[in-house]
């Protein structure tokens, strides 16, 4: 015979927002990253500019 567990019993964890403020800071991390890496490609990828003593 089963037995029957409650709906609150049952659950794997209590409703939080700890998942939603690490989903949250990992997207922040991730844009700051990328800004970062962006910035630096520009910068260190520019072409080099001749100049001519015309």
Do not use: C, D, H
């Not at 991390?29 to 890496?37: E, F």
């Not at 490609?41 to 001749?50: G, H, K, Q, S, Y």
Request: hydrophobic share 45%.
């Amino acid at each position: 015979m089963t037995e029957k567990i409650p709906q609150k019993e049952a659950k794997q964890g209590e409703n939080s927002n700890r998942v939603l403020i690490v989903l949250g800071a990992s997207l922040l991390a991730a844009l700051v990253i990328w800004g970062a890496s962006e910035l630096y490609f520009n910068i260190a990828l520019e072409p080099e500019v001749e100049q001519s003593n015309s």
